[in-house]
């Protein structure tokens, strides 16, 4: 497709990106049907191609969004389906990522949204934050009808969020007891450590148990992808930043770390992307590393028992970690591997639950949400088990099964505690 940016403009490394990927866009609309906002509201500015014009023209004119384009980039998961489908190779995340920090900027939004997109990125990455709002957040939900409609949905949110616990602390450095066959960093995360701790502690157990030395990375406690869901860069990248540099602290004995781990695939897909957002070769150094666990662990001969054989789980194939790190076939193969009895539904789309997108657009999230639920328990599981936390809220307040992290099985099955 052709554009029509100014050198000027094109001067902006983000933007250039961003127009390279609309001059691959031959507009075929192959992608259309594999979009889940095109699916459920039948309209072409909710599908990927439409989204692509109203990103072109919204750049190329650097105008003020009207409300309607706002609301149809609003509406765009960053599933990244379209990705997978797209025969063109298009890249979509440096459009819809450019477009959310220019609608960020410019756009006029309610004063009521514009709050609560400040607060989901002021609060939810700190995690002294999130705890007390979660707990404010449940005594409030039985009254959420009374309170501003901005807020209803994050109380309604967090009455369905599991409580906030608190996790046995975990060693900085956790060693095997013979000589390792590697060095990981384990990144920690923000929301994950509140809602589920218990995932962080399930990864250290089953890594140091076949021989990794693991050392925990926090940076200052999120990786930045809330804030860049939400197109706030600066606060992205100061999160981004800090990450980068715990890993390299740990680093600096000029041993570096054999991967970088994350057990939460929204926070993989953004910190493979950091070298990019960071316009940083450090950073480039670690996306190029970051790997999903279950990915890390493929090839790895795992020490299984026999108590969990043929117990029958559902795997929900985070859209992240599907087309965002491209790394989703390692864990349904290990748990195969291990004696699960996996069975994995034929309706792939999204959950719903897209970083904040529950919150923001709760309509179009709980229909998914519902579908993705049914389409899970039609196969009749013990368990539901994913590789993102988010996924994992959002199915969990819809179903009355146990829903899991994947880490959480391969535990149990090779050693650890039944989840
Ligand atoms: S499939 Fe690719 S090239 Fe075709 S419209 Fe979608 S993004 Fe553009
Ligand atoms: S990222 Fe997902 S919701 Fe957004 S346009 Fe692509 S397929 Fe549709």
């Given at each position: 497709?052709r ?10 490394p983000q ?22 906002t ?23 004119t ?6 309607k ?21 298009v ?9 959310r ?54 109380a309604?949110?967090?009455?369905r ?58 940076g ?34 000029g ?8 057990t ?19 950073g ?24 969990h054989?043929f117990?029958?789980v559902?795997?929900h ?35 719903g639950?897209?970083g ?45 099964l ?18």
């Amino acid at each position: 497709m052709r554009t029509n940016f100014t050198p000027a403009q094109l001067e902006d490394p983000q933007l250039a990106a961003a127009e390279k990927q609309l001059r691959a866009c031959v507009h075929c609309g192959i992608c259309t049907a594999t979009c889940p906002t095109y699916t459920l509201l039948g309209d072409e500015l909710d599908g990927p191609r439409g989204r692509i014009q109203l990103i072109q023209h919204m750049l190329e004119t650097d105008a003020v969004p009207s409300a309607k384009v706002v609301t149809h980039i609003d509406r765009c998961l960053s599933c990244l389906a379209c990705v997978s489908a797209c025969p063109s190779g298009v890249n979509y995340p440096r459009l819809i990522d450019k477009a959310r920090e220019h609608i960020e900027r410019k756009a006029q939004r309610p004063w009521a949204r514009r709050l609560l997109r400040k607060a989901l990125g002021q609060v939810l990455p700190h995690r002294e934050l999130l705890r007390p709002l979660l707990m404010l957040g449940r005594i409030g939900a039985p009254f959420a009808a009374l309170l501003p409609e901005a807020l209803r949905a994050p109380a309604r949110l967090a009455a369905r969020l599991p409580k906030a616990e608190r996790g046995t602390p975990i060693a900085k450095v956790s060693r095997p007891s013979g000589t390792p066959v590697g060095r990981v960093a384990l990144h920690v995360g923000c929301v994950q450590e509140v809602v589920a701790p218990r995932i962080t502690r399930a990864a250290v157990r089953v890594l140091v148990r076949h021989g990794f030395e693991v050392t925990t990375v926090e940076g200052d406690g999120c990786c930045g992808a809330l804030n860049h869901h939400l197109g706030q860069a600066a606060e992205a990248h100061t999160h981004a930043k800090a990450l980068v540099a715990d890993i390299a602290k740990h680093e600096d004995d000029g041993k570096p770390f054999d991967a970088i781990v994350t057990t939460a695939s929204g926070c993989g897909a953004v910190v493979r992307d950091i070298g990019f957002q960071l316009n940083d070769e450090r950073g480039a150094a670690v996306g190029a590393r970051t790997r999903d666990i279950a990915d890390l662990l493929r090839g790895v001969p795992l020490k299984t028992g026999r108590a969990h054989r043929f117990t029958r789980v559902a795997y929900h194939a985070a859209c992240s970690l599907t087309h965002g790190m491209k790394q989703a076939a390692a864990a349904p193969q290990i748990l195969r591997t291990l004696g699960f009895d996996v069975v994995e539904p034929r309706d792939t789309q999204c959950c719903g639950s897209a970083g904040v997108y529950n919150v923001l657009e709760p309509a179009i999230a709980d229909r998914l949400q519902q579908r993705k639920a049914a389409t899970l328990m039609e196969t009749q599981p013990k368990y539901i088990a994913t590789g993102n936390i988010g996924c994992l809220a959002q199915i969990a307040a819809a179903v009355q099964l146990p829903v899991v992290h994947t880490i959480e099985l391969i535990d149990w099955a090779t050693g650890g505690p039944k989840p």
